[in-house]
């Protein structure tokens, strides 16, 4: 990615998934136009009606303001919206777990599985994920195809959720199908009600794994504060289920949707192999971008109005459901120009040119939001962040620097994504070698 830029990408590429906003019933241009409204009504899968922040400042204040709370309990009376329907995100909502939750209950739950997800906690496990990740790609070696998402995303989301919640090897794989199947069920049907039931047997079989564990784990540390009366099994169920299905969900979304963005980008694909000439911190940057432009969820989990209230501007009831669109507030163009471009050099607002500074103007509003917000902001952001970044990057540099002539097996048209609050391809075929002309 040196010299020139190449053309931005179309208005929606296939390559950025969320970019389609098919959980919003808005309009993808609607609710990344500059001269719109901050926060708006959409519709969110299942036909929720809910308001959207959608510009960056706007959405971080949202996910800090106190008079928004995640737990429905708080609201004291009738939610907007929740008198008889079910909805996707309905586990987010009601399981009692950290998205569901704020508060000191929230500080409380985050407490008992903070020490795994810290700075010396994520280099420990991200380097036994490093060694599961080249057992992983050198697998593939002497195929000529490939499957991203089978092959490579669900592998590492299994060893990822073994190692933080202690599933045993042989049961990763029927844990991954466990959660993908649970998150992505329609309410209130018999398939939902199916997946539920098998999610449900898993989440016993990882709480029965950590009776008999001699080794510490985030698991092991839920069930000890259950058998010490700090949490109760509604709590303890809840958390294993927001870890699994968090992790699960989280990888395989964005492992294969940044490997397409890289098949598809050039710059991208070269700013992920070893010669680009830009070292470790354009490679990591590279990553970053890609993070951004494919979040792993949509729009975050729905916050509550405790009271009346108003809310960049607009007046809300008690009750009423409020998101944070995550993909727009990454795509503002104001924080980020030419926002649907993947730009390593993001880093500094100002390329290192002091003649482009603009103290009062775009550039103070480009620091003033700066950081994308796929892992979140505030008190709940994403315990898992640091390590998530790891394994994102990771992945797809040593897929790439593996077969630095991967290509895509498929015509796109033939792509198939399915979910709401977020994307996920179902397969990515690749081929290891150039097809023949």
Do not use: K
């Not at 390559?15 to 990344?32: Q, S």
């Not at 949490?231 to 289920?241: Q, R, T, V, Y």
């Amino acid at each position: 990615m040196t010299g020139a830029h190449p053309p931005a990408p179309g208005p929606v590429p296939l390559a950025c998934p969320a970019l389609h906003e098919r959980g919003f019933g808005a309009a993808a241009r609607r609710l990344t136009a500059p001269d719109g409204p901050a926060l708006r009504p959409v519709t969110l899968g299942g036909g929720l009606r809910a308001w959207a922040a959608t510009g960056p400042a706007v959405a971080r204040g949202v996910l800090t303001d106190p008079r928004l709370t995640n737990d429905i309990g708080e609201v004291g009376g009738p939610v907007q919206g929740f008198p008889d329907r079910r909805y996707p995100e309905d586990f987010f909502a009601h399981a009692p777990q950290l998205l569901s939750a704020s508060g000191e209950r929230h500080r409380g739950l985050r407490r008992i599985v903070a020490p795994y997800f810290t700075a010396a906690a994520t280099e420990r496990t991200g380097a036994r994920l490093r060694d599961a990740l080249d057992r992983i790609i050198g697998s593939l070696a002497g195929r000529g195809r490939i499957d991203i998402v089978t092959d490579l995303a669900l592998p590492l989301a299994g060893a990822t959720a073994g190692e933080i919640l202690g599933i045993v090897p042989e049961r990763r794989a029927a844990a991954v199908t466990a959660a993908l199947a649970a998150s992505g069920a329609v309410p209130g049907t018999e398939e939902a009600r199916s997946a539920h039931h098998v999610f449900a047997q898993t989440v016993l079989h990882i709480i029965g794994a950590a009776r008999r564990s001699p080794d510490p784990t985030a698991a092991t540390a839920l069930l000890h504060a259950r058998q010490s009366g700090r949490i109760g099994n509604a709590e303890l169920a809840g958390m294993l289920g927001m870890l699994l299905i968090g992790t699960v969900d989280s990888l395989s979304t964005v492992v294969p949707s940044g490997a397409l963005m890289a098949l598809r980008r050039p710059e991208v694909r070269h700013g992920l192999g070893a010669g680009h000439g830009g070292g470790p911190a354009y490679t990591t940057a590279v990553t970053e971008e890609i993070l951004r432009l494919n979040p792993p969820f949509q729009h975050t989990g729905w916050r509550f109005t405790r009271d009346d209230c108003v809310l960049a501007g607009v007046p809300l009831p008690r009750g009423a459901v409020v998101v944070t669109s995550v993909l727009a507030a990454n795509l503002d163009p104001a924080a980020w120009p030419d926002p649907l471009r993947a730009d390593p050099l993001r880093g500094d607002p100002l390329r290192g040119d002091p003649a482009r500074a603009d103290p009062a103007g775009a550039d103070a509003h480009r620091r003033a939001t700066a950081g994308h917000l796929s892992f979140g902001h505030g008190p709940h952001y994403c315990l898992g962040a640091a390590l998530g970044r790891r394994l994102v990057h990771e992945a797809l540099t040593g897929l790439f620097r593996r077969f630095p002539r991967l290509s895509l097996a498929v015509p796109l048209d033939e792509l198939t994504w399915h979910g709401t609050c977020l994307r996920r391809l179902d397969r990515l075929p690749a081929d290891t070698c150039p097809r023949a002309p």
